[in-house]
């Protein structure tokens, strides 16, 4: 292990996330997210803040002035790993030194967010959850303009690293190495260094483009420019983050829900299809078979959940007083926006889907492993993850009357020769299922019951709401049901409990394994 | 695929089914069970039930007159799991020819099974499940003692079944292969053939020896021979029907309860490792890991489950009016035998878990993917598979960083050097997760949320009351909690979801490629 050279990336991470808490600043003058005064405290924490950033930057470059330039697998994990520590923690800093406030509990007091929940919120922030401890966020005198905009920021800077990471890393797993090797254009002469630099630069312009034409659309559709630039963030990077009260759906406006559900669908498609229908090949997006699958789930599981939501239950409420085609396209549109939002991990809410029947519930609950698309900002299993399980499964259930046929699996019509790939997928899976499980009964085994009951929740549903909240940061969605369902969320919960929820959110965000190899005391022995 | 080979051996089924079926016979006659008169129903619809038996296996032995003599795997695969579909149906016809009496919901006035009640509590037998539609079964009106016999007998004929399926089908999976093959004595000059059948008739014999033991046992300790018999049953099967409505604490007696735990943790052990004790090499019990992780899984989640309903929680009413230290025994007695009752797949019942705190409960569900031994009677997942479970995933982790390195599982100190295994268990995971999440989707689905209303239960929980049901079949355990908590039963739930149920309590006991084979098209088609 070659510490220098990871003290020295970890030190243009600090500078990086220095220079984004700069743009926060003006968020800090009167007006620009409404506010009547000045936000001296908001101002001064990120100041300071920025100052810290630049002084560990340099300290961290210092330290790794002599190292070399190649970079090795091990640095590569322990890199990844730890600049999403060390982001967590710098990110948390503004939120502690501007005494945020929040409600913990059903009293009408709020106090300041301690050193759990600002862990929580920014870590939140940058692995695109939306997760938040914060309530009445509407109101200057608990969160200041400029901290939210900070938060939202951390969406943005958290979706564009995972752009960036899943090409020099994380793409290149046996299922993200199949997809990138097989489609990335580009000259076959460049090193593999130089166009993953290319690769990279391209991914960043279609994710900042995307961004700046969605603040644009919601600007022209109500907004004012500072939730249009919050918004966007939140919905480009699947995170989730809003400023209002009442999330996307404070804003009461068809258009601003249809744009937002267009772009979350985007923020979830793989940037490599995207940027191939640029080039002015759209066939390629129908082509594929994960794009496919993913709006297949999409579709499938609004139309489930309307049959449930009209002819078993009355969810929609259709029949009131509205006329009959506006409810119709009432439930339409909070069907697909709470999938659409649940599937791209993004968790907006414009419906308490927590109020709808049990079975669509249990189906948004299953959604939430889902995921987006490889190589896209949404986070979950991933799709191509799911459709290979299930074709490694089918294949090996044959395989066990057949032991001697040996056939590939297919992704897009191409054999997948990886030989490593079904025991790659089937250990992905595997992981999840024993961290879910195991993470679930800790949490219920650290939160005391009275957590419930203060929240006015019942305490019967310990167990799912449980199973859900670890669901939800597991994915890097956000709301789950019950005690965080739409219209609540995770002030509730004890101090170990928000750093459990942390630690999940990054083990979700970096696919597990470059946070897991940190915990092996192995990884860090010099090779 | 050679149907007459198939055919042949269904036959032989058939006959075993009927001779089995004449056990019960005498359970009819006044005072066996306790009855005041003959049971002229129970006593007719058995003795039609053999004679359809007797002509069924004459029709199957007629049609596969001409068989060969070798077995292929795929033959063995069909003949599994047709013989578990054919001893299903045949064995759910007594139940419907008596017209036993169950109900349904809160109303008092019973009805007659239905085909669906009739095949699930059939394949719950079968499948050493346990669980039940019957409630009232001291009641000879509703169901009369014969037939409680021969519900009894079902688990018999079922743990017999597995233990002799292990040795010929089962075990010849990695995991299993490893087991017998290391340590299974004989003498090597035998054929695999001779040498597999000399084991059947050992662990048949050991089998058949635990059951006359625990029988003896259990009368001396108070019960009559009607009940010894088929407690016995339910325990060395790891099945948990019982002749009380209160299942295996309407007794209220300590002797018991132990005896039926030691037998309960007898009959999740691996019988190889019997015979060895048996053969005077006691050491090889304890050497062996998968035993010890077994015996230190009971008492660590006993431990547990003590600590937090002592500390926590108040569930064993520490306190009250019993002095101390009875009280802390009644407190270990209750809780290690929930413990065993649910590892090893037994499900009997001594205390209302459904009533301990989230923490123990929530423990309870997961214990129930764990499941006995390898080479047991013991349903569920077995200890094996995830111990090796455990060992790939940290493997695997750390794989990541040292690619290069190759490093062999080791288990109870020898490595398995079978480069199919960490493939094989992984799959194994993934499967067991995704049939219970769409189950338990399907569930939620199919059973209408007036169920939970006409039980009284609150519907806020038929999530975890959907999910723990599927774990419950799945693992082929019993009960679960909410609507088939220990107090419960299956009765409530709407046809098709006790056909689901009866699904899922073969395909669990058939360790599921048995049965999943039989869905496959290809599978049918001659080689």
Redesign the interface.
């Known amino acids: 292990m070659n510490l220098q050279l990871v003290s020295r990336l970890l030190g243009t991470i600090s500078w990086l996330i220095g220079l984004t808490m700069a743009f926060s600043l003006p968020a800090a003058w009167p007006g620009v997210g409404g506010q009547a005064t000045f936000e001296v405290r908001g101002f001064g924490a990120l100041v300071t803040s920025i100052v810290v950033c630049l002084f560990v930057g340099i300290v961290f470059r210092y330290l790794g002035r002599n190292a070399p330039e190649t970079l090795f697998?091990?640095e590569a994990?322990a890199i990844v790993g730890l600049s999403w520590v060390l982001a967590t923690i710098l990110g948390a800093m503004p939120y502690y030194l501007a005494e945020v406030k929040f409600r913990s509990d059903n009293a009408d007091k709020p106090v300041a967010m301690g050193i759990a929940e600002c862990l929580f919120e920014s870590q939140s922030g940058f692995s695109t959850t939306g997760a938040t401890v914060l309530s009445n966020i509407e109101n200057e005198a608990w969160v200041p303009r400029c901290l939210l905009f900070w938060r939202s920021s951390t969406h943005f800077l958290g979706g564009l690293g995972i752009i960036v990471l899943f090409v020099a890393v994380l793409g290149q797993g046996s299922a993200g190495k199949a997809l990138m090797r097989a489609e990335m254009p580009g000259p076959s002469k460049e090193g593999s260094h130089e166009r993953m630099q290319h690769t990279a630069l391209i991914f960043a312009a279609i994710y900042c483009g995307l961004n700046l034409i969605l603040t644009v659309a919601l600007k022209l559709e109500g907004m004012n420019w500072f939730e249009a630039i919050c918004h966007a963030f939140g919905t480009m990077a699947t995170g989730g983050f809003s400023t209002l009260d009442k999330s996307l759906g404070g804003f009461n406006s068809k258009a601003i829900e249809y744009t937002v559900i267009l772009f979350m669908i985007l923020a979830g498609t793989n940037f490599t299809l995207m940027y191939l229908t640029l080039l002015g090949k759209p066939a390629q997006l129908l082509k594929d078979s994960e794009w496919r699958s993913y709006m297949g789930i999409i579709f499938g599981s609004t139309a489930l959940i309307l049959a449930?939501g009209i002819w078993?239950s009355n969810d929609f409420n259709v029949g009131g007083h509205l006329a009959k085609g506006e409810h119709y396209e009432t439930a339409f549109r909070d069907s697909l926006f709470q999938v659409v939002a649940l599937v791209t991990t993004t968790g907006f809410g414009t419906a308490d889907f927590d109020l709808w029947?049990?079975?669509s519930?249990?189906?948004l609950?299953?959604l939430m492993f889902v995921g987006g698309c490889a190589g896209s900002t949404g986070g979950g299993m991933k799709v191509i993850r799911h459709i290979l399980?299930?074709k490694?499964?089918r294949r090996?259930?044959?395989h066990?009357?057949?032991?001697s046929v040996v056939r590939h699996i297919r992704l897009s019509g191409e054999p997948i020769v990886d030989p490593d790939l079904?025991?790659n997928i089937?250990?992905y899976?595997?992981?999840v299922?024993?961290i879910f499980?195991m993470s679930?009964?800790v949490l219920?085994?650290i939160e005391p019951?009275s957590t419930w009951v203060d929240s006015g929740q019942?305490?019967?549903?310990?167990?799912?709401d449980?199973a859900s909240a670890v669901a939800s940061t597991l994915n890097n969605i956000g709301p789950g049901v019950g005690i965080i369902g739409s219209t609540q969320n995770y002030a509730a919960f004890t101090a170990p409990s928000k750093l459990l929820f942390t630690f999940l959110m990054m083990l979700g965000r970096l696919e597990l394994?470059a946070v897991?190899?940190l915990l092996?005391p192995?990884?860090w022995r010099t090779r």
Chains 1, 2 share one sequence.
């Open positions: 697998r091990k994990m449930f078993v029947n049990n079975f519930r249990a189906l609950i299953v399980f299930v490694i499964l090996e259930v044959e066990s009357f057949h032991p079904p025991r089937l250990l899976f595997g992981l299922s024993l499980t679930t009964q219920i085994g019951d019942p305490v019967s549903n310990k167990l799912v449980s394994f897991l190899v092996i192995s990884f």
